[in-house]
């Protein structure tokens, strides 16, 4: 029976070794180390075999890719996204507490849900009642946005 192979990667940086060590010896953060189970080594084994492999092009050689995208309804938010909003795509909207992130986006998504598409807006903060109060300000009340 052949013996369990053990690795042991850190969680800064991403050195791996064969034994547990304090101190990582390549970014000297301390207590990093974690094993990783047989898995995690075939993901660590096969992105090494491939990294090597990976040769750098003039982006100038790279071929564009047709991108179909699809309006948010909001001229100023589809121009920040290059032209609008690609299908399954997922985009991270940040910002202080109360810039109005919720708004912005409940807004999009009425707008976009009134183009006859299903939307989905999720929020872990604020309850079913809140959003609804805020969608009748903002007009954003359709039948194929879902909360």
Not at 33 to 57: P, R, W
Not at 82 to 103: A, E
Request: hydrophobic residues 35%; aromatic residues 6%; proline residues 3%.
């Amino acid at each position: 029976m052949s013996k369990k192979k053990i690795l042991f990667e850190c969680q800064h940086c991403g050195l791996t070794t064969p034994r547990w060590m304090g101190k990582c010896t390549n970014c000297g953060a301390w207590d990093s180390f974690v094993e990783l189970n047989e898995q995690q080594q075939e993901v660590v084994k096969h992105a090494k075999s491939t990294s090597s492999s990976a040769k750098a092009i003039s982006i100038n050689d790279i071929e564009e890719e047709e991108i179909f995208r699809f309006s948010s309804g909001n001229p100023e938010l589809d121009t920040v996204l290059g032209g609008g909003v690609v299908p399954g795509s997922l985009t991270l909207i940040g910002g202080s507490p109360g810039v109005g992130k919720s708004t912005l986006l409940l807004k999009v998504g009425g707008d976009i849900a009134s183009s006859g598409q299903n939307v989905l807006y999720v929020s872990g903060e604020e309850s079913s009642s809140q959003i609804k109060l805020r969608a009748n300000r903002l007009r954003a009340n359709q039948s194929s946005l879902y909360l």
